[in-house]
């Protein structure tokens, strides 16, 4: 598979992953453990110099997702720790933390 489809794949599934997790009534969280272990097995599978590049982006919207099952998981549940081992930087302040700029602004 070619990296800029696997770059594809695994952002948009992180992205879905964000907007999946984002506080509201309800959430199946039966589908989380899975989610997240294809997640963590498709980051390990990016080219290091992409994971580079992409880990700041990335950073802001799994940290997003963690902030957002933190109260609902609690912060040392594995789906957690998992999480936290894709997020290298710091966690944004909140679910709502979107201060970083695109690209093309």
């Known amino acids: 598979m070619h990296v800029f489809v696997k770059i594809y794949e695994?952002?948009?599934s992180a992205g879905a992953f964000e907007g999946y997790v984002y506080p509201k009534e309800q959430i199946d969280s039966n589908y989380l453990p899975n989610w997240?272990?294809?997640l963590y097995?498709?980051?390990e599978l990016l080219p290091e110099e992409v994971r580079d590049q992409i880990q700041p982006s990335l950073d802001?919207?799994?940290g997003r997702a963690i902030r957002a099952l933190i109260p609902r998981l609690g912060e040392d549940h594995e789906i957690i720790r998992k999480l936290r081992d894709i997020v290298k930087?710091?966690?944004p302040t909140s679910v709502n933390d979107f201060q970083k700029k695109k690209w093309f602004e």
Do not use: I, P, Q, R
């Open 89 to 91: 930087g710091e966690l």
């Open 36 to 38: 997240v272990n294809h």
């Open 41 to 43: 097995t498709a980051y």
């Open 10 to 12: 695994f952002a948009a």
């Open 60 to 62: 802001g919207t799994l």
